[in-house]
T-cell receptor, first 113, second 109 residues
Framework: NAGVTQTPKFRILKIGQSMTLQCAQDMNHNYMYWYRQDPGMGLKLIYYSVGAGITDKGEVPNGYNVSRSTTEDFPLRLELAAPSQTSVYFC????????????FGEGSRLTVL | TQLLEQSPQFLSIQEGENLTVYCNSSSVFSSLQWYRQEPGEGPVLLVTVVTGGEVKKLKRLTFQFGDARKDSSLHITAAQPGDTGLYLCAGVTGNQFYFGTGTSLTVIP
């Protein structure tokens, strides 16, 4: 059972480049989330989705875009990468039965130089 | 923004010692969760507490939710090297999970 799969695991970008972080889950979860984790800052919510075709902003959405065309996939797009976007990005999903449990991918480490 | 402050930020203790990690907020949450994260991996859920004043025990770990549902604590008894990791609290409200700043625990054999 794969759970939540993120690609790529590592990426180096130059300032101004664009890229997409891929996230896929095979648990048929409706809820999906993108977080970024900076040292000493915990996890900050970028965007989330409560189902296919529905997305909403989290705490730190600027510089990012998402789409949710299927239940399984929730890609995160970075346009015009900036050094401030250097971080580890985590995708997570939840079925939200009761309080819900977040299932995380292994993370994507992005460096913008 | 729902801010959750964890303390201490870093903790290094000897095997066998006890410790407590705190998670505090000015916001009320419908539930609060604790996750543990190891290097290079995503966080993994340890427990969810829902009711104000609730106490849950998982072997040597004891979790408590504050009466006002704004804060929580994690107590570890007789810490072991396998407890080493980053501990994150998360307040749940609506569809969103708000994470604390994290406590990095190192247990020295």
């Amino acid at each position: 059972n794969a759970g939540v799969t993120q690609t790529p695991k590592f990426r180096i970008l130059k300032i101004g480049q664009s890229m997409t972080l891929q996230c896929a889950q095979d648990m048929n979860h409706n809820y999906m989330y993108w977080y970024r984790q900076d040292p000493g800052m915990g996890l900050k919510l970028i965007y989330y989705s409560v189902g296919a075709g529905i997305t909403d902003k989290g705490e730190v959405p600027n510089g990012y875009n998402v789409s949710r065309s299927t239940t399984e996939d929730f890609p995160l797009r970075l346009e015009l990468a900036a050094p401030s976007q250097t971080s580890v990005y985590f995708c997570a999903s939840s079925s939200r039965n009761g309080p819900g449990e977040l299932f995380f991918g292994e993370g994507s480490r992005l460096t913008v130089l | 923004t729902q801010l959750l402050e964890q303390s201490p930020q870093f903790l290094s203790i000897q095997e066998g010692e006890n410790l407590t990690v705190y998670c505090n907020s000015s916001s009320v949450f419908s539930s609060l969760q604790w996750y543990r994260q190891e290097p290079g991996e995503g966080p993994v859920l340890l427990v969810t507490v829902v009711t104000g004043g609730e106490v849950k025990k998982l072997k040597r770990l004891t979790f408590q939710f504050g009466d006002a549902r704004k804060d929580s604590s994690l107590h570890i008894t007789a810490a072991q090297p396998g407890d080493t990791g980053l501990y994150l609290c998360a307040g749940v409200t609506g569809n969103q999970f708000y994470f604390g700043t994290g406590t990095s625990l190192t247990v020295i054999p």
